[in-house]
Nanobody, 122 residues
Framework: HVQLVESGGGSVQAGGSLKLSCEASGYTMRNCMGWFRQVPGKEREGVAALYTGGDTSYIADFVKGRFALSRDNAKNTVYLQMNDLQPEDTAMYYC?????????????????WGQGTQVTIS
């Protein structure tokens, strides 16, 4: 049974940076793992995701050039480095894991979700 622990959210001014971490306990190899975000009244959307069994990754067009996804297999942790944050990036960010590819960037069918971490940009 996989559990996810997220950290790194907070409040920053526009143009600032934050780094989110998602540590997984349990088996996550050869699965999708990624970050999603949601604001009240809107659907959850994919931000960045990867396949832990290879080099496949996804990053949303609206964060390309600003956000970067990385992983540390030894720590079973995925990171989302967020730079040049803008007010429209304000959302609850969720880590998810345990899904078969290839649609790692879609929130549909992920079996495990973290509790969420709030990111607020002023």
């Amino acid at each position: 049974h996989v559990q996810l622990v997220e950290s790194g959210g907070g409040s920053v001014q526009a143009g600032g940076s934050l780094k989110l971490s998602c540590e997984a306990s349990g088996y996550t190899m050869r699965n999708c793992m990624g970050w999603f975000r949601q604001v009240p009244g809107k659907e959850r959307e994919g931000v960045a995701a990867l396949y832990t069994g290879g080099d496949t990754s996804y990053i949303a067009d609206f964060v390309k050039g600003r956000f970067a996804l990385s992983r540390d297999n030894a720590k079973n942790t995925v990171y989302l480095q967020m730079n040049d944050l803008q007010p429209e990036d304000t959302a609850m960010y969720y880590c998810a894991a345990v899904k078969s590819p290839p649609t790692c960037g879609s929130p549909v069918a992920y079996r495990t979700w973290g509790q969420g971490t709030q990111v607020t940009i002023s």
